[in-house]
């Protein structure tokens, strides 16, 4: 076995990390909780506790002047919010404290939200606005909550952060996600799924433990029916792929790339609305997560770990973001997305923040105070920081990505 070279962090690391291993099990109140481990392990899960799931509460409104979903989650209101450390519901748990992961320790873990934006498994009619009539549309057509929302956990350590972790933990983080993409898209209520990540209390977090989230909406977000729309139409009129070609542009000009791998190229758009906001291309034309093969996944790895380790050095502070793949809906037509990882921050200053103000929140006009090649330079000089060694890098190696399952403990 070989490690990557020290003085090239930014190239591919060894290929031929095997594919995490996934144990699933029940949460005493009937939510599924599935384990990811860098390294095969036999997991016994019992959940102690006695708790419910929380009843109702959970409804879709239909706005027919923007003609966009809101969820309505009044549960919501009342769920944790920054707890002390020692109240940590993402801990492992201990003796004397059953945390929602009932283990002394995990590598990755993935559970159902108990306080969820979008559950439920009955599906939007297709017909929905063609079989009600206009005095039901204009007063706001209502759906029960459908959908799914998971939390992923990156490290059973509270104080860490997804910067920290090592390439084989990053690696084990896009299996899960690329795993939990597969199985929400085959759920009935799921139309699209998001894998984010909110970071910093500056954007709302109400959890301190490093994790993040997955959303699996009952219906095609605004913003990834404008990006699909947009294909569509570039691939009309220029008979050519909108993403291949803003990729080939962004390479050709240069100045806002600030990394680039042999599967992955990441660069601040032209167009950049936020004072940080990259975007991060494979190579390959894919659609979804689960496409990635062993090799991608491995230089994602890398790649990314090392951008939010730049981040984490633009100011004197942690950066605060948010980052989310945009990967294709269930029902997109075949060939119009291309899988890409969006990050953004709000701090556009050592102690200032971008705030959506009038023009953002009300019209949807961004303004930018700074210039996207400018951050792409400070990205650039700062310089490739390298994922710590990673020992725990395996030479064995498996066909597939997909995660091996292990024993299966209600
Ligand atoms: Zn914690």
New binding site residues.
Partial sequence: MTTPASDSPRSAPEPGLPAAQRTRAQLADGREIIFFDDEPRRRTVQDRREISRPVGGNEMRYDPLLREWVAIAAARQNRTHLPS?DQ?P??PSTPERATEVPQGQYDVVVFENRFPSFRGDVPIPGDLLSTTTAAQESAGLRQPGSGRCEVVCFTDQ?TSQLGAVSLRRMRTVVDAWADRTAAMLAEPGVEQVYCFENRGEEIGVTLN?PHGQIYGYPFITPRTRTLLDSAADYRARRDADVFSDILASEVADGRRIVARTEHWTAFIPAWARWPVELHIYPHRAVERLPELTDAERDDFSALYLDLLRRGDLLFDAPLPYISGWQQAPASAEPGLMRLHLQLFSIRRAENKLKYLAGSESGMGVFINDIAPEETARRLVAIGPQAAESDTAQSTSTTPTATPTDSEETP
Avoid: N
Wanted: proline share 0%; with cysteine.
């Fill in positions: 450390t940590c993402l801990c509270h433990h």
